[in-house]
């Protein structure tokens, strides 16, 4: 009997023995299974012909689950190593702390808007710079150092001091998890009523109808380290979100979305470093530029839509046959191509606002690239701008002398299709004719509307800037200055309208400002050259416009510009007082005032102001001097068009860019090309 039962049992064990590392077929039969080393296919099951499926060993879950616990180890012991090793290195000061060193997109550190050093066509400051080489050829030199001061102060955030103390006493509380289920909701509506109208990002992200449960996630999760998968991904596209919407709907709240907008800086940087990236890695960073862009930091929402851009072309996203290849579902395709199409017009926009070149050339974009849904259309406007804007940065004149202009021709063309650009647009995205009653409108409709005119008037005061530049300019081509004015009276109207009418300006005061400077800048140009022509006319809307610069907030970099250029001009006239009651001759300082100019009668036309170096300018002045000099010209410039006045044989040549001997300009009124 037992002679028996131990060979049953030995064979037994034998069969369990291989049908546990069987396939099924073999374990039916009660067979071995014999196979090739790392192959995946038995011998038995190859020659028969059939499927050689492997059943899955009782422990595999749980290895797996060991394993991946294993990594996770390893990679904490890594990042240790790599931190203590980086505080060994240091030179007895500790290091900074690791989310704010170890993400190439960290603007925490200093809160303070910044330029580029490279000063391209599109850039405001293009021809202030001009001026300053025409004033040390004068021999006054700008107290630029006091100008600087007003730079060092803090721009739509913490400024350094408070986030210094911030960075001594971290809060270990996931700032999340101070605004709430209810005002995660609200804050998402804000976002996609603001911003998600005009350039719908989260098209396909599932974000708005998954926020309560990507909050609950949070929320058991804790604070720990971000390691990239799908769900932490979802919480770091929700909180740049909520900090965006925290910018736009509650200033006093910025503390708050800067807190939520810091703790995601590390884990995107890491992003960009990963081996693959997807859309939602993508939406991160462009909603992360956004809010730059909103904090008036331009200059990082242009750098931060460059690295998104090029990883968008890594996906393949400009080609039509990566695009089919690598989104098969319809629904995720569109969810790609409107994500595609949105960075290429926000990246045009900011290259302008930089004067910088883009990332995406247009060359590089297939033509057979799918179009955008009919679902979208104002994402088609907004693609057709974007081409606009290529055509304008290749026609302007990137380098030589900055007397080198347009060719009337292009300017002409260019002009042209940008009219009927606006003239395409449907009209639930266009303002309506002045004086014709409207219905009552959203805030965010408002808004589209209002940006789309000043979008293309923009545009055409680039293309049409030359004829403003000098008074010979003017003399030569009358008809086209006064258009480049009347354009630019056309955006200070839009803008002072939606300042009275609606909160939208307030709210989007950094997507506005830099519309209304260059427009008050036109003006300025042309009445200083041409006073007879321009004064008159221009005086209410600018006026008008002088009420919204005293709003500006202290914060405001273009607030900050137009206080700059009064420091300068000031800076000039107390120059040039010193000289006339010193006797000095104006010819040893190589300058020569402008017939009919008096610079001790200009200067006292200012109200008596004391220009301090404090770190927040005094905007109610800055508006009292500008209308002081607006006067000036009028009444002490020489008048275009009367007896007497410069003529077209009156050449006024404008100095290539850092000055040469011997040329000549208007001094006061270049200050303010570099607005424009």
Not at 26 to 47: H, M, N, Q, T
Not at 344 to 358: H, I, N, S, V
Request: contains cysteine; proline residues 6%; hydrophobic residues 35%.
């Amino acid at each position: 009997m037992s002679t028996s039962a131990g060979p049953n049992s030995t064979r037994r064990a034998k069969r369990g023995q291989y049908s546990s590392i069987a396939c099924e077929e073999c374990r039916s039969r009660k067979l071995k299974c014999p196979r090739a080393p790392g192959s995946r296919r038995c011998d038995r099951c190859v020659g028969r012909g059939i499927t050689c499926n492997m059943s899955r060993p009782p422990g595999a879950a749980r290895l797996e689950k060991v394993e991946e616990e294993l990594s996770r180890l390893r990679q904490q012991v890594a990042d240790l190593t790599s931190e203590s090793r980086g505080l060994s290195l240091g030179s007895g000061q500790p290091s900074p702390p690791s989310s704010l060193t170890d993400s190439p997109f960290v603007a925490s550190e200093v809160r303070r808007r910044v330029e580029p050093h490279f000063v391209g066509t599109t850039r405001p400051v293009f021809s202030l710079n001009i001026a300053k080489a025409s004033l040390a050829l004068m021999g006054v030199a700008s107290n630029q150092e006091e100008a600087d001061q007003y730079d060092s102060g803090p721009s739509g955030a913490q400024s350094p001091n408070t986030l210094q103390a911030a960075e001594e006493e971290p809060s270990r509380i996931d700032p999340l998890l101070l605004i709430g289920v209810d005002g995660v909701q609200r804050l998402v509506s804000v976002f996609e009523d603001e911003i998600g109208s005009v350039y719908p990002v989260l098209h396909g992200s599932h974000l708005v109808s998954r926020a309560s449960s990507i909050y609950e996630w949070a929320r058991l999760r804790g604070s720990a380290r971000f390691r990239g998968t799908a769900e932490e991904k979802e919480v770091q596209l929700l909180k740049v979100v909520l900090a965006t919407a925290l910018v736009l709907d509650d200033p006093g709240k910025a503390k708050l979305g800067q807190e939520l907008f810091e703790s995601v800086e590390n884990g995107t940087g890491r992003m960009a470093m990963h081996r693959h990236v997807d859309l939602q890695e993508i939406r991160i960073m462009t909603i992360m530029a956004i809010y730059h862009f909103f904090c008036d930091e331009e200059l990082y929402a242009w750098r931060t839509i460059g690295i998104a851009t090029r990883l968008l072309l890594e996906m393949g996203l400009h080609r039509r046959q990566s695009l089919l290849g690598n989104f098969v579902d319809p629904q995720e395709r569109t969810s790609a191509l409107s994500l595609f199409w949105c960075m290429y017009a926000l990246e045009r926009q900011w290259g302008l606002g930089t004067g910088l070149p883009f990332s995406l050339a247009d060359r590089d974009i297939d033509p057979e690239l799918p179009e955008i849904p009919p679902s979208m259309p104002y994402l088609q406007c907004l693609t057709n701008y974007g081409r606009l804007c290529s055509r304008v940065w290749e026609a302007l004149p990137q380098f030589g002398p900055h007397s080198n202009t347009m060719s009337p021709t292009t300017a002409s063309l260019l002009d042209r299709d940008i009219q009927n650009w606006y003239a395409l647009v449907p009209a639930q995205f266009r303002l309506p004719p002045p004086y014709q009653p409207t219905e009552p409108t959203s805030r965010a409709a408002r808004n589209v509307r209002t940006l789309t005119y000043l979008r293309g008037n923009h545009l055409r005061c680039l293309i049409n800037r030359q004829h403003v530049l000098s008074t010979h300019a003017i003399i030569t081509n009358p008809t086209q200055a006064q258009l480049v004015v009347q354009i630019a009276k056309d955006s200070i109207k839009a803008i002072v309208s939606l300042s009275k009418e609606s909160d939208v300006y307030a709210r989007h005061h950094a997507v506005y400002n830099p519309y209304l400077v260059s427009a008050l800048a036109i003006v300025l140009l042309a009445v200083s050259h041409a006073p007879a022509l321009f004064a008159d006319s221009c005086r209410d809307d600018f006026s008008s416009a002088i009420d919204l610069v005293r709003g500006f907030s202290q914060t405001s970099a273009a607030g900050h510009r137009l206080w700059k250029s009064m420091c300068g001009l000031v800076s000039a006239h107390e120059t040039w007082d010193a000289q006339q009651a010193t006797g000095m001759e104006t010819s040893q300082v190589g300058f020569q005032l402008p017939a009919g100019w008096d610079a001790v009668g200009l200067r006292d036309r200012f109200d008596p102001v004391v220009y301090s170096t404090e770190a927040h300018p005094d905007m109610s002045h800055v508006g009292v001097d500008l209308m002081g000099l607006f006067n000036a010209f009028d009444q002490s410039y020489p008048d275009v068009g009367q007896k007497g006045a410069l003529s077209v044989q009156d050449n006024i040549p404008v100095p290539a860019f850092g000055g040469e001997e011997g040329a000549e300009m208007d001094q006061i009124s270049q200050f303010f090309i570099g607005l424009v």
